[in-house]
């Protein structure tokens, strides 16, 4: 499987330098991998590495902020999100905060919402795929504590209006969060290349928090990111605290608590054996891979960039069904993430492009043709088809967790099946076709599915 330029695993073997990274970077993971990251009164080691690497990122988003190392994004932005709540109770009386986002924001704001508690108020994005401020503005109430914008947001790779939307939250005294999980790294390094890039760090007046994992484009290993506050005082709420019983006094920067120093050790290592200047040549071979294929699919007809892209995210759209072309790109050994319809907006594969590689291009562009013509001669499949229509008949959403598992019978979708099951294009076809929220069920069936024991 090829895992470059697209979205693919890792760096392996595309520059030579992260070669012998590898190496050092899995030395180090190891040795910490069975310390406990829960006190670092105990392993003072780690409480330096945690101090080293959030003032590393800081200091690359133009902050003098303070922050905390996190297992990924899903847990800074969740700890933004009780950060927030806990801030909008204690300092401005709100018993029941709510923030406002883009749709395009990233699931783990809902994901936090859900298990926080937390009212989150999701807003349309503007023709350029952008966070709409007047949208936002609209949103906002008596009880709304933050405002969010992605940098970029995943799904197409474009920047929010960040100026604008810090600029709102300060005028209303709320706070600011920027979700630079995926692009925080990479964006200041395309910067300093010349790229224009819009503001979006610290910079910002009126931003208060953001988010970086070290696991997207600083290349560490996964389980690093780490959420940043421009005052401290804030990210006081962030920490959890407790003492009511006959145990060890418990006091907690994150979620986790008892974890593996494994994953900030290495992250420590990989910042400091890459350094700025290997960085800066990542991004570059990031940068120039990025602009290629978006210039290549502008040359292939039946595809289009759903965005011009400002960081190095790319959705593509075709004319035929991207699902099926993205299987056809798949038997050709490039892997994409295909992305599910939303409103008028198509359905995609994506790319998350990855150093390197860059003169394999013109191969992923020859893939992507062929693949395309594939699918425009192919029949529709068919495999699905008396789901789909018994589907069209039925009241989806009352529908139980058990009648939806017989649907998934009916359809023959069994996970761990070792006999061929309808094809991913067409299971695809079937989660597009389903109202969110009863794709959502599904989706937990099949995830239910696939982690039973084995039965052999
Ligand atoms: C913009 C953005 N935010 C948050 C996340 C969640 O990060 P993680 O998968 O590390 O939890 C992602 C993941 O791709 C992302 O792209």
Known sequence: MHSLPTAGESADGVLSRLNELKKSDGVVEVAYLWKNALDPTAYPSLGRFERDVTAIAASHLRGDAVGSFTSGGTESLMLAVKTMRD??????GISRPNFVMPVTAHPAFMKASHYLDVEVRRVPVDQNLRADVPAIEAAIDDSTAMLVGSSPGYSFGVIDPIPEIAALAASR??????????????????????????????EVDGVTSISVDFHKYALCAKGASCLLFRDPALR?????????????????????????????????????????????????HIYDATQAIVEEVHGIDGARVVAEPDASLIAVATDVDAFAVSDAMGRRGWR????????????????????????????????????????????????????????????????????LDQLLDM??????????????????????????????????????????????
């Open 411 to 456: 359809a023959g979708i069994d996970p761990l099946a070792d006999s061929d099951g309808p094809s991913m294009a067409e299971m695809n076809d079937l989660l597009d076709s389903l109202p969110p929220a009863v794709c959502a069920k599904v989706l937990t069936l099949f995830l239910d599915r696939m982690t039973r024991p084995s039965q052999s």
């Open 336 to 403: 994409h993430f295909p992305q599910l319809s939303y409103e008028d907006l198509p359905r995609s594969i994506h790319l998350t492009v990855l150093p390197g590689n860059v003169e394999r291009v013109g191969e992923w562009a020859a893939a992507l043709r062929e693949s395309i013509d594939e699918v425009a001669a192919a029949p529709e499949p068919t495999g699905l088809a008396a789901v789909k229509s018994a589907v069209k008949s039925m009241d989806l959403d009352s529908l139980s967790f058990d009648q």
């Open 236 to 284: 006081r709420y962030q920490f959890f605290s407790f003492v009511g019983w006959p145990g060890y006094v418990l006091l907690n920067s994150t979620i986790q608590s008892t974890k593996s120093g494994g994953p900030l050790a290495s992250a420590w290592a990989v910042l400091h054996h890459i350094g700025h200047d290997g960085y800066l040549e990542i991004a570059r």
């Open 87 to 92: 801030w909008a109770r204690a300092e401005k």
């Open 173 to 202: 005294g709320l706070l600011c969060h920027v979700d630079a999980c995926i692009g925080g790294w990479l964006l200041p390094l395309f910067r300093e290349l010349g790229a224009d890039v819009p503001p979006f760090d610290f």
